[in-house]
């Protein structure tokens, strides 16, 4: 790139770059995750360089994808974890610090369940980061048992919990569909057997009071629209999951609510003041 061994080596003492790694410098601005990574000999690999890409994932702790012919490999520390990966699919280009999208889909694989798997993907086709033909180049390469899940995936979905309830409405009988549009209601999570909405709350767009008041509202409308309502948050989704599929077939044995209330349903949100 032109520049010189030593504005190189002075930029290095004056801590302007570093050197994670031996034939590697980085910007002080790099991801702290990608530069470890490349300090234990390998480069963000799984759900690492997932979330590193933007794609919903399952999983903590720090994986680093290692070429099986490295050596002389520092030990990782707790919370990091090595996995021997060969590349199968390569990034393009300039020189990489993480796998690419599809190597990480495939090393997650190994790692998480059915459900949280077709939450990834679903994650990366939502944000049309993999293309169709980058999708099947990604069932080809999934152990055979998993090949099949294309026809449990839905690019609708917007976050990975939402994709993880909806595959377990699925498997227990119900018909579901993501992303549903209601009249004077709006798009809903989740709508089951045609009648109950099912919202699956994050704190980023549900805690804030303005957010609060206007999932209200909403709820309010779907109640007057006859439909029923039901909201679940991250952490039951992730811990609870079993729990959320018993209240959701609770809810629907006690029936669809009539309501029968002409030109009652807002169609705007009201003004009254947020507390």
């Known amino acids: 790139m032109g520049v010189s061994t030593r504005s190189i080596a002075q930029a290095i003492a004056a801590g302007k770059v570093a050197v994670p790694r031996r034939g590697w410098l980085s910007s002080p601005l790099a991801p702290v995750d990608a530069m470890r990574a490349l300090e ?7 759900h690492s360089a ?49 796998v690419s999208l599809i190597d990480a889909l495939v090393q997650h694989a190994r790692a998480v369940d059915r459900p949280s798997l077709v939450a990834s993907v679903d994650s990366a086709l939502h944000q049309r980061m ?37 595959v377990a409405c699925a498997a227990a009988g ?50 007057l629209g006859s439909f029923g309502s039901l909201r679940f948050d991250y952490q039951l989704i992730q811990f609870e999951l079993e729990w959320c599929i018993d209240v959701i077939l609770a809810r629907l044995r006690s029936g669809r609510p ?18």
């Open 40 to 46: 234990l000999g390998g480069i963000l690999g799984g």
């Open 50 to 98: 997932l979330q590193s890409y933007g794609v919903w994932s399952d999983g903590e702790d720090l994986v680093v994808a290692t070429q099986p012919s490295a050596s002389r490999l520092p030990p990782v520390a707790s919370g990091e974890r090595r996995i021997w990966a060969i590349t199968r699919f390569p990034n393009t280009g300039d020189r990489q610090w993480r």
């Open 130 to 166: 993999l293309s169709a033909a980058g999708l099947g180049l990604l069932l080809e390469a999934l152990p055979g048992h998993l090949r099949g899940m294309r026809r449990e995936l839905d690019s609708r979905s917007m976050s990975g919990t939402e994709s993880k309830l909806r």
């Open 174 to 223: 119900l018909k579901v569909e993501p992303q549903a549009a209601i009249n004077r209601v709006g798009f809903v999570d989740l709508l089951i057997d045609d009648w109950l909405i099912v919202e699956v709350d994050s704190r980023q767009f549900h805690d804030p009071p303005s957010s609060q008041h206007r999932d209200r509202v909403r709820d309010g409308n779907a109640v």
């Open 258 to 275: 009539e309501v029968d209330v002409t030109g009652a349903v807002s169609t705007t949100l009201p003004n009254s003041p947020v507390e």
